[in-house]
């Protein structure tokens, strides 16, 4: 008997004994092969994924650590702040300097060697005709006197400059003096300059009209 007399046999059997007992059915698993031909049953295809997510019935994480990625920072430029000059301090201009025709401001101080501006008195007015302004020794010696108007109109009649021990230089201006005009300028007795005890300058300054005096050496 050959093969396939021999398969034909069994299943031709097999068909006849289901089909007089069907609850005793031979069942076959597996997989049956006739001469070359193999048959297998199909398998569900394993899908694998790279990237964190489902992989069939399991949970597969990818552990890897990112790669450092470095970033160039932004330069940022900053403009240069504009250099601004810094304003000269103005003289105090309120006027509460005088009191009746007393000056009680402020009185500068020559040094003793070497070249100096001084300002001699703040900002101020005539009031009542005249305006007496004391200096006092101990403010140095002084070569000249320099008047010029800071704002309005002032008319200067006469300066009594008083050296001390009597001696008194007595300087007739009559002019007027004003922001616009040029100052007026006068030497002290004394090659070497001389100590003003009281200066005392006669006339009016005009309403809101201001003069100060100075002295170069």
């Known amino acids: 008997m050959n093969l396939k007399t021999l398969v034909t046999a069994l299943v031709l059997g097999s068909s006849s004994a289901a089909l007089a007992s069907p609850a005793a059915a031979l069942q ?3 997989s049956v092969s006739i001469g ?3 048959h297998v049953p199909a398998q569900p295809i394993r899908t694998v994924v790279r990237d964190r997510g489902w992989v069939s019935t399991e949970w597969h994480r990818d552990h890897r650590e990112p790669a450092a990625v470095y970033v160039e920072p ?3 430029y900053v403009e240069p702040a504009a250099y601004v000059k810094p304003a000269r301090p103005e003289p105090i201009d309120d006027c509460d300097n005088v009191v009746g025709s007393y000056y009680r401001g402020p009185v500068g101080r020559m040094p ?5 501006n001084v300002a001699l008195t703040a900002p101020t007015r005539i009031a009542n005709g005249r305006e007496v302004i004391a200096v006092g020794p101990d403010k140095g010696v002084f070569t000249g006197l320099t008047l ?3 704002d309005g109109a002032t008319f200067i009649r006469e300066i009594s400059v008083d050296l001390g021990d009597g001696d ?3 300087i007739e201006v009559n002019r007027w003096l004003d922001a616009r005009g040029q100052a007026l300028a006068f030497d002290i007795d004394g090659r070497r300059g001389r100590a003003i ?3 005392t300058v006669d006339g009016h300054s005009d309403a809101g009209s201001r003069y100060m005096i100075t002295s170069e050496r």
């Open 74 to 76: 932004a330069a940022v």
């Open 168 to 170: 008194v230089q007595r």
């Open 148 to 150: 010029r108007a800071t």
């Open 36 to 38: 070359t031909v193999r």
């Open 28 to 30: 076959l698993r597996g």
């Open 112 to 116: 003793a060697w070497g070249h100096a």
């Open 197 to 199: 005890v009281q200066l």
